[in-house]
């Protein structure tokens, strides 16, 4: 079945830190890439949605310029958060969408953020 | 917009019994899909089962199986049998039938199947 790969799955850093994310698609072309946050026991919040060669569409209340979102191809979605904050410490999660948009959306297997 | 419920934060079960989850959710969409998420404590989402808005029979993938009743909105799960490997946290979710919109999720329930 398609693969969605999400690397790194841990990452602990100090405060000030920029830390990336990558989400690949390993056997799909995905035009739309999918940015989740997750807090612990709470549900997944979408933060952007990411579209092969255009600009991220942030949902409301994330910080444009603290989530750098960039997806230069069609199997590759990156995420950056920039000067990390104790805040900033939680479960980031992505998926991929290829087509027809009604199929399951694939996940990767999340990165978990820890900012000391 | 779209709305997913889950009512229930929590739900207790003995093993070979079956549990329902309840989901109801809210769109004035005709187009839709519904799905239901698997994620144990290691964090990685599991697809379990998809209903979309025009089937009119319900879905059902091995133990699984969703209970679609339009009108009500409403899409539960079923899941037959339960095993100890079950107890997890369960997201129903949904999206439109239109290229490149998200899941929206519900809330969640945690399942603990207790032998």
């Known amino acids: 079945g398609a693969v969605v790969s999400q690397h790194p799955s841990r990452v602990i850093c100090k405060s000030g830190t920029s830390v990336k994310i990558e989400c690949r698609s390993l056997?799909?072309?995905?035009?739309?890439m999918f940015w989740y946050r997750q807090f612990p026991k709470q549900s997944l919040m979408l933060m952007a949605t990411?579209?092969?060669?255009?600009?991220?569409?942030?949902e409301q209340g994330v910080e444009k310029d603290k989530f750098l979102i960039n997806h230069a191809s069609l199997t590759l979605s990156t995420l950056t958060v920039t000067s990390a904050h104790p805040e900033d410490s939680s479960f980031y999660i992505c998926?991929?969408?290829?087509?027809?948009?009604?199929?399951?959306?694939?996940f990767g297997d999340g990165t978990r953020l820890s900012i000391l | 917009a779209q709305k997913i419920t889950q009512t229930q934060p929590g739900m207790f079960v003995q093993e070979k019994e079956a549990v329902t989850l309840d989901c109801t959710y809210d769109?004035?969409?005709?187009?839709?899909?519904l799905f239901w998420y698997k994620q144990p404590s290691s964090g990685e989402m599991i697809f379990l089962i998809y209903?979309?808005?025009?089937?009119?029979q319900n879905a059902t993938e091995g133990r699984y199986s969703l209970n679609f009743q339009k009108a009500r909105k409403s899409a539960n799960l079923v899941i037959s049998a339960s095993q100890l490997g079950d107890s997890a946290m369960y997201f129903c979710?949904?999206?439109?039938?239109?290229?490149?919109?998200?899941?929206?999720f519900g809330k969640g329930t945690t399942l603990s199947v207790s032998s």
């Open positions: 990411s579209n092969e060669g255009s600009k991220a569409t942030y």
């Open positions: 209903q979309g808005s025009y089937d009119e």
């Open positions: 769109t004035s969409d005709q187009s839709y899909g």
């Open positions: 998926s991929a969408a290829g087509s027809p948009s009604n199929q399951p959306q694939h």
């Open positions: 056997d799909f072309q995905a035009t739309t």
């Open positions: 979710a949904m999206t439109l039938n239109q290229a490149g919109t998200a899941l929206i």
